[in-house]
């Protein structure tokens, strides 16, 4: 946020990883590996589907922020800029 505390500014990164489980997701499958991974299988910017898919990634991004602003559950400090980080999956 700005030092306005209205203005806020949409910063993404592009070059992460993909993390891929090593199994195919299903509800009733309850393993670690397959519900929630970290393993870094690849560059993002190596897969072949990023070009594609990293504007409705930002576009999906900014929208939770708009909202976040404008129901008030992300406001800014007047006189002081800040910074949120945020992970999207």
Same mark, same amino acid.
């Given at each position: ?31 670690? +590996? ?7 299988? +690849? ?19 900014? +929208? ?10 992300? +406001? ?14």
């Amino acid at each position: 946020g700005m030092e306005d505390a209205v203005t806020w500014k949409l910063y993404t990164f592009k070059d992460g990883y993909l993390s891929i489980s090593p199994n195919k997701w299903s509800p009733d499958d309850l393993a670690k +590996e397959t519900q929630v991974t970290i393993i870094r299988t +690849e560059r993002i910017t190596g897969w072949s589907h990023w070009p594609r898919v990293y504007p409705k990634c930002k576009a999906g991004v900014a +929208e939770v922020i708009r909202r976040g602003v404008g129901q008030g559950k992300l +406001e800014g400090r007047p006189g002081k800029r800040q910074f949120e980080i945020l992970s999207s999956d």
